[in-house]
T-cell receptor, first 118, second 116 residues
Framework: EAGVAQSPRYKIIEKRQSVAFWCNPISGHATLYWYQQILGQGPKLLIQ????????DSQLPKDRFSAERLKGVDSTLKIQPAKLEDSAVYLC????????????????FGEGSRLTVL | AQKITQTQPGMFVQEKEAVTLDCTYD???????LFWYKQPSSGEMIFLIYQGSYDQQNATEGRYSLNFQKARKSANLVISASQLGDSAMYFC?????????????FGAGTRLFVKA
């Protein structure tokens, strides 16, 4: 079974530039998450999709971050304009069915996209 | 609001000994799930163990066990017979249901160092 795919693995940009990350979840996983992990910290949930609807985006800085999940499969996360403090690893994860069903809430993570903003 | 607290930034353990990593949580949901993930230096997140809030028995997965004390709202991870490959960051996570909005949130993590 293929895992969660993310690209690009690494990206270096200057502040005020834009960047986009792509995620393809495990086939059949209805729930998709984007987390931001700053070095030395735990992952912080940015946005959670159930199919192609947003479940939670309370911690997404909406003035600069946007995310979409078309057709309930792939997702993109965009940052425009980037700030120095956006330097982090952006982790995409997916889970089976609707969270709340026991271990079905287990998250499967991609390898992450490391962003450096200069 | 949901919250996960891991108070140990770093822990050392001698190879072959057992170690306990602490995790406390806060939620008003009657039903929730607790997870532990391992993140080696390579960066990938690896699922270790799951405990449901209504599970009567503590979860075990090989050398990993979860010491679940519901009244204390703690879910400590116990690693028995530590190995050098256990050196990594360990994150406690909680998935809420109703008031938690089905979100999965993570603690700040504990870095474990296994000494030979």
């Amino acid at each position: 079974e293929a895992g969660v795919a993310q690209s690009p693995r690494y990206k270096i940009i200057e502040k005020r530039q834009s960047v986009a990350f792509w995620c393809n979840p495990i086939s059949g996983h209805a729930t998709l998450y984007w987390y931001q992990q700053i070095l030395g910290q735990g992952p912080k949930l940015l946005i959670q999709f159930q199919n192609n609807g947003v479940v939670d985006d309370s911690q997404l800085p909406k003035d600069r971050f946007s995310a979409e999940r078309l057709k309930g499969v792939d997702s993109t996360l965009k940052i425009q304009p980037a700030k120095l403090e956006d330097s982090a690893v952006y982790l995409c994860a997916s889970s089976l069915n609707r969270p709340g069903q026991g271990r079905a809430g287990e998250l499967f993570f991609g390898e992450g996209s490391r962003l450096t903003v200069l | 609001a949901q919250k996960i607290t891991q108070t140990q930034p770093g822990m050392f353990v001698q190879e072959k000994e057992a170690v306990t990593l602490d995790c406390t949580y806060d939620t008003s949901d009657p039903s929730y799930g607790l997870f532990w993930y391992k993140q080696p230096s390579s960066g990938e997140m690896i699922f270790l163990i799951y405990q449901g809030s209504y599970d009567q028995q503590n979860a075990t997965e090989g050398r990993y066990s979860l010491n679940f004390q519901k009244a204390r709202k703690s879910a400590n991870l116990v690693i028995s017979a530590s190995q050098l490959g256990d050196s990594a960051m360990y994150f406690c996570a909680m998935r809420g249901t109703y008031t938690g909005g089905f979100k999965t949130i993570f603690g700040a993590g504990t870095r474990l160092f296994v000494k030979a």
